[in-house]
């Protein structure tokens, strides 16, 4: 009833392309759903997040998309360049006593080719 | 304004050792969370302190331990080190919000 599951493993995409990756989730109590961009080395980033009172959310290039009915939310990346390669992680929180762990997907490697 | 720090960045172990990890939160963050990343993996929840008190713990024996101090940044130590705890180490901060930060990590190799 924790896990997130995440998909595609990996992702290869054209310059100017656009990037989908998809999680899907059990626990209907998570009410937050942050995606991470994580390059080789480094900590996970926070990239862009939503609540599930909407449906979507967007920033610059980035657009999280929500189906609260279907358990799923997705992040698409428009206009995908090669600085965007990098490692995404979906996650999962939801608030309870102020608790707020984070439950991650298994990533998504995504690879921008010019 | 300084993100979240973490020190040091890479560390070296034998089996059976002890480990001893520091983190410093976001300046005005007062939770910390400590994740251990297996290579390839994402992200698995350690656990939370929050005043100095360890808030909630996820999967992990209790090798794993913590410490939270007054000027809220936290220690992680693992004791009796096995070749599985080879991981990166992260640590992330917030303050009564669901958005966490993360700093760069450790990365511990248990040999």
């Known amino acids: 009833q924790q896990q997130v599951k995440q998909s595609p493993q990996s992702l290869i995409v054209q310059k100017g392309g656009i990037s989908i990756i998809n999680c899907a989730y059990e626990?209907?109590?998570?009410?937050?759903f942050p995606w991470y961009q994580q390059f080789p080395g480094k900590g996970p980033a926070l990239l862009i997040a939503?609540?599930?009172?909407?449906s979507e959310k967007k920033e610059g290039r980035f657009t999280i998309s929500f189906n609260k009915s279907a358990k799923q939310f997705s992040l698409h990346i428009m206009d995908s360049q090669p600085g965007d390669s990098a490692t995404y992680f979906c996650?999962?929180?939801?608030?309870?006593?102020?608790?707020?762990?984070?439950?991650f997907g298994t990533g998504t490697r995504l690879q921008v080719f010019p | 304004d300084a993100g979240v720090t973490q020190s040091p960045t890479h560390l070296i172990k034998t089996r059976g050792q002890q480990v001893t990890l520091r983190c410093s939160p976001k300046?005005?963050?007062?939770?910390v969370s400590w994740y251990q990343q297996a290579l390839g993996q994402g992200p698995q929840f350690i656990f939370q302190?929050?005043?100095?008190?360890?808030?909630q713990r996820g999967n992990f024996p209790d090798r794993f331990s913590g410490h939270q101090f007054p000027n809220y940044s936290s220690e992680l130590n693992v004791n009796a080190l096995l070749l599985g705890d080879s991981a990166l180490y992260l640590c992330?901060?917030?303050?009564?919000?669901?958005?966490?930060?993360f700093g760069p990590g450790t990365r511990l190799t248990v040999t």
């Open positions: 939503i609540r599930p009172d909407v």
């Open positions: 302190y929050y005043e100095e008190e360890e808030r």
């Open positions: 626990n209907t109590a998570f009410d937050y």
């Open positions: 300046s005005g963050h007062d939770t």
């Open positions: 992330a901060s917030t303050r009564s919000s669901y958005e966490q930060y």
């Open positions: 996650a999962a929180s939801k608030k309870s006593y102020n608790t707020d762990k984070l439950i």
